[in-house]
């Protein structure tokens, strides 16, 4: 018994001097001056307080912010949502439970690896160089992101949930196609849904990112009144961003506590 | 149900039936299928709207897409070094998996003590929904906005982004955290506080053992939105590693063979990372 503890804090010893190695080794190769870091916090709220937050004069701006915020959430939403019914098809093609062959399925896991694991930053960027500083070229980072995560998430929703419906219509002698419609879609959709729900929430902080590298959407405005120094505008930004966010978040939590 | 909507939704369902050839009836219409079909047209009709109303600047939709095609070609297929070499992209890429690192660790260590707090079932209603609700909204300032206001304080670079970044982790890491602990069996804790464990025994012996699952994959999952953020912030806030190379590269040098570089090499680090959490994920799963 008393070996056992030694044993258990011996483990959790090394595990900790390791991950401080690791921090340690971290704050080496990226420079981080924990001082200053440390110091930031403190000057960052005094000048927030002092500085950060919108006055009449940058509530006249709201009009134009809130035009380019929409442009932002329909960019968003129209990202996920045709993302995702490119996602459907992929994830039938590749998960394991509905797939028509093994090499289709590897394909199709493969091109969605592509797409999930470049950054969404990296696609906005390759993206400048065809769309320009169109919202095409925010719509076009978004979807290619959305499209990469929604097949995994999809297919590991199909694993889960259309393996009993599967086996059961194909026992009765259903067609591939009938199998899918009629029961792999229908029992997979409120996950499914779920999911764009979620996937829309990240869009919308990934625009404001993606804003800022390509001039598009909310993004390009926040960036715009950063760099002219006029930080109660931007601060008003923030709060039209923060307002969106909460809202969509509770929307999505209604909808899915109604459907799962 | 009340009977008189009953009798209205059967109504339609037959009028539906009658559309498909009198199919069998194997769904009732209730409250779930109704948000989920709303839920879709919303959808669909803001997609169709966002797309008429796009600003579209001139650019043709096609030519656009060939564009992009023949542009990955050339990005892939053509990759180049020409401002960097082999090595220092190497080295760039390790300080963006260090920033994602750094900012992880430091965002799980105060997560972890601030979701004990956050936790419904170890903390009172009262401190336990103040925290959450500050979390909700560090959560909804984008990452990248927290950079940028810290960079007014601290300048440009990585103390900018690594403060920024922990903030956003452990807006993110609290909500994850606390809610794996309120997964926890109430019996346990009442067990140990009916044999007089203090709070902090309940949570070393108890609490956290049996969510260090959860608590890994969470960080797990964390760390490595962290490394496509630290990408990003590379980029947005020039704190350095592969996302500043990748932003010269695009909107400085306009070198699209070197951007195709980069992407290799993001590509192989991120890879890397998802193969490493799917195997700790089966590994953890084998243990439980």
Request: proline content about 1%; overall charge neutral.
């Amino acid at each position: 018994m008393g070996n056992f503890f030694v044993k258990k804090r011996v483990q959790s010893l090394l595990v900790i001097s390791l991950l401080l190695l690791v921090s340690y080794g971290s704050i080496l190769i990226t420079e981080f001056d924990v001082i200053a870091g440390l110091n930031s916090i403190p000057n960052a709220i005094t000048w927030g307080i002092s500085n950060f937050y919108p006055t009449m004069e940058s509530l006249e701006k709201l009009p134009s912010i809130l035009e380019k915020l929409q442009e932002t959430v329909l960019i968003s939403i129209a990202a996920a949502s045709v993302a995702a019914i490119f996602a459907i098809v992929f994830a039938i093609i590749g998960s394991k439970t509905t797939r028509m062959n093994g090499v289709l399925s590897t394909f199709s896991r493969g091109i969605a690896t592509l797409f999930r694991n470049i950054d969404v930053a990296a696609w906005s960027m390759i993206l400048l160089f065809s769309f320009g500083q169109s919202s095409l070229t925010g719509y076009f980072a978004l979807f290619f992101v959305s499209f990469g995560f929604l097949t995994r998430a999809f297919m590991e929703t199909i694993d889960e949930v259309g393996v009993g419906s599967v086996e059961a219509l194909t026992s009765t002698g259903a067609s591939y196609t009938s199998t899918i419609i009629h029961s792999v879609i229908p029992s997979c959709i409120p996950q499914i849904i779920s999911w764009v729900l979620f996937m829309i929430e990240t869009n919308i902080r990934s625009a404001t990112l993606v804003g800022i590298l390509t001039g598009t959407g909310i993004g390009f405005s926040f960036d715009l009144f950063y760099k002219s120094l006029n930080y109660n505008a931007a601060s008003l930004v923030v709060l039209t961003i923060v307002v969106t966010i909460l809202t969509i978040e509770f929307i999505s939590n209604y909808v899915r506590r109604v459907i799962l | 149900m009340r009977v008189g909507e009953y009798s209205k939704v059967d109504h339609t369902e037959s009028f539906q039936l009658n559309s498909l050839n009198k199919r069998i009836k194997i769904k009732r219409i209730n409250k779930a299928t109704i948000t989920i079909r709303l839920t879709m047209i919303m959808l669909i009709l803001l997609t169709i709207y966002g797309f008429l109303t796009f600003d579209y600047k001139n650019i043709n939709l096609f030519d656009g897409i060939l564009m992009t095609l023949t542009n990955l070609k050339v990005m892939f297929l053509e990759a180049h070094f020409v401002h960097f070499t082999f090595p220092e992209a190497i080295y760039q890429s390790l300080v963006t998996m260090g920033l994602a690192l750094l900012t992880t660790l430091i965002g799980a260590f105060i997560a972890l003590i601030l979701a004990l707090f956050a936790a419904q079932n170890l903390s009172t209603a009262r401190v336990s929904n103040s925290i959450k609700g500050f979390v909700a909204f560090i959560r909804a300032v984008p990452t990248v906005l927290w950079v940028l206001i810290f960079a007014v304080a601290a300048g440009l670079g990585s103390v900018a982004a690594v403060i920024g970044m922990t903030f956003h982790s452990i807006g993110y890491l609290i909500k994850a955290y606390s809610e794996s602990f309120e997964e926890l069996d109430e019996g346990v804790i009442e067990a140990l506080r009916g044999s007089g464990a203090s709070w902090w025994q309940i949570v070393f012996q108890a609490v956290i053992p049996s969510s260090l699952t959860y608590l890994i994959s969470w960080t797990f999952l964390r760390f490595e939105i962290n490394f496509g953020v630290a990408i990003a912030m590379g980029a947005a806030a020039g704190a350095g590693g592969i996302g500043f190379d990748m932003f010269m590269a695009s909107s400085f040098y306009l070198d699209l063979r070197e951007v195709g570089t980069i992407t290799y090499f993001i590509l192989f680090f991120a890879v890397l990372l998802e193969i490493i959490a799917t195997r700790i994920k089966s590994k953890l799963q084998i243990k439980l």
